[in-house]
């Protein structure tokens, strides 16, 4: 079973799956019992790399479904094709990417994502999805350092995206209204913890007492997730 790893990241009361498509995916599903209408990729996903990583994350997905918290769950498929949990009052969010996929399972708004680093890339772009204080620490990095807070910040703003846009009515801004900062501002290890913060104006942050996200760095790719509670 191409399962790289589960996390269980107690202290923001989620659990993470890693998967690695490697072809096996729609067996893999067509064991678990589900209807097919549920995993089979939407028609605007045609390239088949992408497909598999499409069925790579509802297989992480499902592998996390077993827990004994999710045992009253059911599942079935969104407008978007994304999974919706009724029965229960957990969630679930996905990322895909570069052959990899993963999924977070949880309360509250949950987001995850999954991005490539890729040393080749221009980082000019920077300046469209950071604030100012961010721009400020990622110009004064050496290029191996700015590469990867390049990437660390713009999945942890995917993720918040994911989380909190369709919530806050869209025309969430990640340059206007959203802001990274690294708890520990070091990037030594392959663990990262974030403190996040929205400054849109639909978002009443009095009631959300958890904005912490937090980052692996595995192979060449940055995971980030967390949820808004």
């Known amino acids: 079973m191409p399962l790289i790893t589960s996390i269980d990241d107690f202290s923001n009361g989620l659990q993470l799956a890693i998967w690695r498509a490697d072809g096996n995916e729609v067996k893999h599903l067509q064991q678990t019992g589900l209807a097919p209408s549920w995993w089979t990729p939407p028609e605007n996903i045609v390239h088949p790399r992408r497909q598999l990583e499409w069925l790579a994350a509802r297989a992480a997905a499902v592998h996390l479904l077993q827990a004994p918290q999710a045992q009253h769950c059911t599942l079935s498929r969104g407008?978007?094709?994304?999974?919706?949990?009724?029965?229960?009052?957990?969630?679930?969010?996905?990322?895909?990417?570069?052959?990899?996929?993963a999924a977070v399972l949880g309360n509250g708004l949950l987001g995850v994502d999954l991005e490539q680093i890729q040393p080749e890339k221009s980082l000019e772009s920077a300046s469209m999805f950071m604030r100012k204080e961010e721009l400020d620490w990622f110009r004064s990095l050496n290029k191996e350092e700015a590469l990867n807070v390049f990437y660390l910040i713009w999945s942890t703003k995917e993720g918040?995206?994911?989380?909190?846009?369709?919530?806050?009515?869209?025309?969430?801004?990640?340059?206007?209204?959203?802001?990274?900062?690294?708890?520990?501002?070091?990037?030594?290890?392959?663990?990262?913890?974030?403190?996040t913060t929205c400054s849109h104006p639909n978002f009443e942050f009095h009631q959300h007492k958890q904005m912490y996200w937090r980052a692996l760095k595995f192979s060449n790719f940055w995971l980030t997730w967390g949820r808004i509670a």
């Open 160 to 195: 918040l995206y994911k989380a909190l846009n369709r919530k806050l009515g869209g025309g969430l801004s990640f340059r206007k209204h959203l802001r990274v900062r690294l708890l520990n501002q070091s990037l030594q290890t392959s663990q990262v913890e974030m403190l």
């Open 79 to 101: 407008k978007e094709g994304q999974p919706v949990l009724a029965g229960c009052d957990l969630s679930l969010s996905l990322t895909h990417s570069k052959g990899y996929a």
